[in-house]
């Protein structure tokens, strides 16, 4: 789909990034504080979406360790991380190589699925992972055809959270 979703790990270690050293002078202790802010905000929303987050703190070493390793695979916080992510300054919207290759073959199992659901000329994404309305069009895929609806609602799984029916009724309102 047009709209990638962001890299969980770079929010992740943005996030721990962020949260820098501790100083003993006042002004670079404000600054730092200051400097948290994003983190707390993006925690805050993290967690308001139902994932259990940690506060940042101001090592992020600790940071990490009180991260759930399991978590950043979970739909849960793939979902989350895309609603909280504009709060990350310098978040780059640009994915990383590894994540790239993943959200592509994501995307493929997705065409696939979709496919095996009745609609043989779905098309593959493009190389970069996009698809896009015209791409649709194109193939004769009417977006706003019931079947073709419950079709990518159950195909959605098949992406491990890479894909969630928000994302599938975005795409079909065009947003």
Do not use: W
């Not at 789909?1 to 929010?11: E, G, H, K, N, Y």
């Amino acid at each position: 789909m047009r709209c990638r979703i962001p890299t969980v790990f770079l929010a992740v270690a943005l996030l721990a990034a962020g949260c820098g050293s501790t100083s003993s002078t006042s002004s670079t202790a404000s600054n730092s504080t200051h400097s948290l802010q994003p983190a707390v905000h993006f925690s805050n929303c993290m967690r308001s979406h139902g994932v259990p987050f940690p506060d940042p703190t101001s090592a992020p070493r600790e940071f990490k360790q009180a991260l759930n390793p399991s978590l950043p695979h979970s739909p849960a916080f793939v979902s989350a991380v895309a609603a909280c992510q504009h709060l990350l300054p310098g978040a780059s919207s640009q994915p990383s190589p590894a994540h790239s290759q993943t959200q592509i073959a994501a995307a493929l199992a997705f065409a696939r699925c979709i496919r095996s659901h009745g609609f043989p000329s779905f098309p593959d994404p493009s190389s970069t992972g996009d698809l896009s309305h015209e791409m649709l069009a194109h193939a004769g895929i009417d977006l706003h055809q019931p079947a073709v609806v419950r079709a990518a609602d159950a195909c959605v799984g098949v992406t491990h959270g890479y894909i969630t029916k928000t994302d599938v009724a975005r795409f079909i309102a065009g947003r």
